[in-house]
């Protein structure tokens, strides 16, 4: 099969057409973010540049003094029989309470709606009343839902009332559809940028946490290699040492007893041996993570050691038989210790669910391909068998074991008699990249 379909599958890499597209909607997102971090240092600059729209759209009716009308009913402005004044004095409160529109959305809100529905009461129509649309955004892009809803509420009250009873309007449907239908469109437009914002935040939160997680697995990741770096040179390059500076010092005092002239030499390679191993021991406290001691670590166990275990589980009060055949000393340590950690999986649950009364039988033997290991018992069956429930962890251990070598894990019930049974066959010539250690999984 040609490599080409499963290229073309995954998706081939942008071309400088794609990429091109993609330009200006780089720019545009690059100039809203230097928006938005100007805004943030300067949040007056806003304020000002809204207060001079609302004043420079105000503005032309006002200077020259022309009557409007209003949309709906001819003769609603009764400026000539106004002061002056007053015009001016509706218009600069408007503009003047969009100021604090951010810090208090609400009662700006509210304000302005109240002094738009006052100079609307006296037949007064001026364009600063889009100060109550531009409010009423900034109530619902920022504010509480709750004042939200209030004032939204407020607003068409006031708005049904100077059509239906304050003002005469020749087609009060009409004029309630477009004025109620712009206060609709100012609080839509307003909790569509608020949604927006919390959807951006909370992509950005994801993203921080994101990074948070990926650099803890990082460390983890790196601790457990430390870990792993740690044991294999203790194992590997501590015990070598140790046999290394043994023979050294056995051979010097041979060397000595017979008056040999090397038996100086063969000190001085000791006590080098020991110096080095001193040096061992500071780079793996460096490099363990957990902050052990490098001292206390051990050669991994292996299948020499199972007899020691085998003791330890009789104490605690466990019967149990051992049998073995073929060479298993041949083993490589890797499945050496996969076959300690398995038969200690086992047995550790048998002593937790089997009962002091229960029996167990470890059985090992070994031909030139395979590793066939049982642990039977008379005891019931662990929490979480294969049968049913949550696995244990042990038992998942077991299998995780005997899958890096290869093999397969038979564990549940017997098939005769009552008791557990714990089959794992390894195969020899798969070799396990990383050997697994620690404690067994309860």
């Known amino acids: 099969m040609s ?11 942008p071309g400088p057409g794609s990429l091109d597209a993609h330009v200006p909607l780089d720019r545009l997102l690059g100039a809203q973010q230097r928006l938005r971090d100007f805004d943030r240092r300067r949040p007056w600059v806003l304020d000002l540049l809204v207060m001079a729209f609302v004043a420079v759209v105000a503005l032309p009716e006002l200077v020259l003094g022309g009557t409007s009308e209003g949309p709906f009913q001819p003769g609603i402005d009764a400026r ?4 002056g004044f007053v015009p001016y004095a509706f218009t600069a409160a408007l503009v003047g309470v969009l100021w604090w529109r951010r810090r208090h959305p609400g009662a700006v809100a509210l304000v302005a709606s109240f002094i738009v529905f006052a100079q609307w009461t006296i037949g007064l129509w001026q364009p600063a009343a889009i100060s109550v649309l531009i409010a009423l955004y900034s109530l619902a892009s920022r504010g509480r839902l709750r004042v939200l809803a209030w004032v939204t509420a407020i607003v068409v009250v006031q708005t049904v009332i100077v059509v239906t009873v304050v003002r005469e309007v ?17 609080g839509a437009l307003g909790l569509a940028v608020r949604i927006r914002r919390l959807y951006t935040e909370a992509l950005e939160e994801r993203a921080r946490q994101l990074e ?11 601790s457990t290699e430390r870990s792993r770096i740690a044991r294999e040179m203790h194992d590997i390059l501590g015990h070598n040492l140790s046999v290394m500076v043994t023979l050294a010092d056995g051979a010097a005092t041979l060397a000595d007893k017979r008056g040999e002239p090397s038996a100086g030499a063969l000190r001085m390679l000791g006590d080098t041996g020991r110096e080095a191993m001193d040096e061992l021991r500071r ?69 937790k669910h089997a009962g002091p009364s229960a029996t167990a039988g470890v059985a090992l033997s070994a031909d030139s391909d395979r590793v066939h290991i049982s642990i039977t018992d008379t005891g019931t069956a662990p929490t979480g068998d294969k049968t049913g429930g949550d696995p244990g962890h042990g038992l998942i251990g077991i299998r995780q074991r005997a899958a890096l070598y290869g093999g397969a894990a038979t564990i549940g019930p017997r098939g005769h008699g009552a008791g557990w049974e714990v089959d794992v066959v390894l195969d020899r010539g798969d070799a396990a990249p990383v050997p697994m250690n620690g404690a067994h999984p309860s």
């Open 80 to 83: 000539a029989e106004l002061p």
């Open 212 to 222: 948070v997680e990926r650099d803890q697995r990082e460390r983890l990741i790196a």
């Open 3 to 13: 490599p080409e379909p499963a290229v073309e599958a995954l998706g081939a890499p």
């Open 170 to 186: 020749e087609q009060p449907m009409l004029g309630l559809f477009f004025m109620l239908g712009t206060v609709t469109a100012a």
């Open 283 to 351: 780079v793996l406290g460096v490099l363990r993570a957990d902050g052990r001691d490098p001292r206390s670590l051990t050669p991994q166990p292996g299948v020499a050691d199972l007899d020691a275990l085998l003791e330890r589980v009789r104490a605690a009060g466990l019967t149990v038989t051992y049998r073995t055949s073929g060479p298993l000393h041949l083993l490589g340590s890797g499945i050496q210790l996969t076959v300690y950690r398995i038969v200690q999986e086992a047995l550790t649950n048998t002593l």
